[in-house]
């Protein structure tokens, strides 16, 4: 998606609006030395599910960045979200702003888009507000304009559009439904394993001990407890790095939990490839992929066995990805 060109200037109005022979001498001026355009004043939101990070933007260039809580209403309350926006925009300054994108899961219809709009207007009363599901922030870092998105982050979601605008999607349904492959499902999954070790009286695996260890719990019960008490999906979902580090000491349930996600995630590209008919780009992003390599390596490789070789593993924040829908950046 990229967004209309300003608004033609006075030059160009000139231009079109009279013959040539009609030109006044201030008109001819004028045509010789335009006034400058302004540069875009814009601000960038990627409101994920544990954090939102913002960019301002003058013209191309990056003139200041902030990261704060996330305002996905989702996951946290109105007033929470309303918070986290009004510490983003003050990090960002006081300057003017003539346009906000801003990315963000659960975008799913108009009155999501109306709901978070109105959240942001509060803070950037005078400037356009455009809302798009995050999905097209991660394929818009990886400078594609056709391809899939692929999210693996607290949560997980599957995007893909083609050269013909048609779009498709596979899953970012929430944690209740879904969310296979992302932090939070790690982390879960790393309880079960263990719980399921309790259950059995089995020795404590590798995964269970470090899990235990992260969380602060030595019995079956502390840890259930954690569970369904006060802590966040966002903590879970921090915890999927436990899961990486068993692998990495060689511990066979934690190379499970990746082969599932890993056979989740290659099969729910497949669907929207087949069903757009495209083969790449490939564009992945969110922190859980972007942080473990482990994981890179055998998406990189089963993606291959697949089919698909234009695999881009995002190195930089998707909310980087507006500059280009705002069309600041080109194509590649």
């Not at 990070?53 to 979200?81: F, I, K, M, P, W």
């Not at 219809?109 to 455009?130: M, N, Q």
Request: proline content about 3%.
């Amino acid at each position: 998606m990229i967004f209309p060109a300003p608004a033609m200037n006075k030059c160009a109005k000139i231009r079109r609006n009279k013959d040539i022979h009609d030109l006044t001498v201030d008109d001819c001026m004028e045509l010789r030395h335009p006034a400058p355009v302004a540069p875009l004043r814009l601000v960038a939101l990627d409101i994920g599910g544990t954090k939102t990070h913002a960019v301002r933007y003058l013209g191309d260039q990056v003139v200041a960045e902030a990261r704060t809580g996330s305002a996905n209403v989702q996951n946290v309350s109105v007033e929470q979200a309303q918070q986290a926006l009004r510490e983003a925009f003050t990090a960002l300054g006081d300057e003017p702003v003539d346009l906000v994108i801003a990315g963000s899961g659960g975008i799913d219809t108009d009155a999501d888009e109306l709901a978070l709009s109105g959240l942001i207007e509060r803070f950037a009363p005078k400037a356009e507000v455009r809302i798009v599901h995050d999905t097209r922030l991660i394929l818009a870092a990886g400078y594609a304009q056709t391809g899939i998105a692929v999210i693996l982050g607290t949560g997980s979601a599957i995007w893909g559009v083609n050269s013909f605008e048609r779009t498709a999607r596979y899953g970012g349904w929430g944690y209740l439904l879904g969310d296979e492959g992302a932090g939070y499902w790690f982390g879960r999954e790393a309880v079960r394993h263990a719980l399921d070790e309790f259950n059995r009286g089995q020795q404590r695996s590798v995964l269970t001990s470090l899990l235990l260890e992260h969380c602060g719990c030595e019995h079956r019960e502390e840890l259930i407890a954690l569970f369904h008490g006060q802590t966040t999906r966002e903590y879970w979902a921090q915890c999927a790095s436990v899961v990486f580090d068993a692998i990495t000491a060689g511990d066979a349930a934690a190379e499970e939990i990746l082969d599932r996600a890993a056979t989740y995630v290659v099969a729910s590209i497949s669907e929207v490839a087949k069903q757009l008919e495209l083969t790449g780009p490939i564009v992945l992003g969110g922190g859980v992929i972007e942080h473990q390599r482990i994981y890179q390596q055998r998406l990189r490789a089963e993606l291959g066995s697949a089919g698909f070789h234009d695999l881009r593993f995002l190195d930089q924040s998707p909310v980087y990805g507006v500059a280009f829908l705002a069309g600041l950046v080109g194509n590649t």
